[in-house]
């Protein structure tokens, strides 16, 4: 390989560079965003958290994010999660908690009043 050559190679990474850092660190800044966003939104009070608690779950996100371990509302994640929790149950209870937990049955209450009451009927046979 001649020298202009070997220049070329070297010109074209160079130029290359920039483009492949910026697209591997995409979601490294939309992370870093995110967590700007929830920290002012801890800072202003406005989390319904203490600051201390709000700060400390902003930054594990964030650092599970640059991890690329965080999921952000995947739904399939999210009834895996819902129907595992039921295995805890008794095998005669585990559909009603399924149900229950994918929706079903009528709710009442909320988080911010301390939890939400979620009931099914299950007629007797």
Do not use: H
Not at 12 to 40: D, T
Not at 82 to 100: G, I, L, N, S, Y
């Amino acid at each position: 390989m001649n020298s202009l050559q070997r220049f070329s190679a070297v010109a074209l990474v160079l130029a290359l560079a920039p483009a492949a850092w910026a697209a591997g660190n995409k979601g490294s800044s939309e992370a870093q965003q995110r967590y700007q966003q929830e920290r002012a939104r801890c800072l202003s009070g406005q989390s319904q958290q203490d600051r201390a608690t709000c700060l400390k779950e902003a930054g594990a996100a964030y650092a599970e994010a640059r991890r690329a371990r965080l999921d952000n509302g995947g739904s399939s994640n999210f009834t895996q999660n819902a129907t595992e929790r039921c295995k805890a149950q008794p095998a005669a209870d585990r559909e009603a908690c399924v149900q229950r937990a994918l929706g079903a049955g009528s709710a009442q209450g909320s988080v911010n009043g301390g939890g939400i009451i979620r009931e099914t009927e299950t007629p007797v046979k």
